[in-house]
């Protein structure tokens, strides 16, 4: 024979917060982002995340195509040559902070 005990503030637990079961949820072992995830909700966010990242992309992509395009007219332009070092220095530690 099993005998469950089960004490009040268990049942108060799984009755509030974002932790209630529901369809999405029946043991309400999910938090509030997994369960929307689940429902399909939430991939705004992903979806702005992704167009920014492809604009980076494009930025970077376009900048490095100028200095290279830039840089096989002109190869004695030192100073050229030091704007796309200090470019690459700056891409690379703005890159870190953002991962």
């Known amino acids: 024979m ?4 089960v004490v009040s503030s268990d049942l ?3 009755n509030s917060g974002d932790k209630a079961p529901t369809s999405v949820n029946p043991l309400g072992v999910y938090d509030l982002s997994t369960a929307h995830w689940l429902q399909g909700k939430g991939q705004q966010d992903n979806l702005n995340q ?3 990242t492809e604009e980076k992309s494009r930025y970077v992509a376009g900048k490095t195509e100028e200095f290279n395009r830039r840089l096989r007219e002109q190869p004695a ?3 050229l040559w030091i704007k796309f070092i200090h470019y690459q220095v700056m ?3 703005l890159g870190f902070e953002l991962s």
């Open 12 to 14: 108060k637990h799984l």
């Open 2 to 5: 099993f005998v469950l005990f």
């Open 77 to 79: 332009d030192t100073q």
């Open 91 to 93: 891409e690379a530690l």
């Open 50 to 52: 992704n167009t920014q």
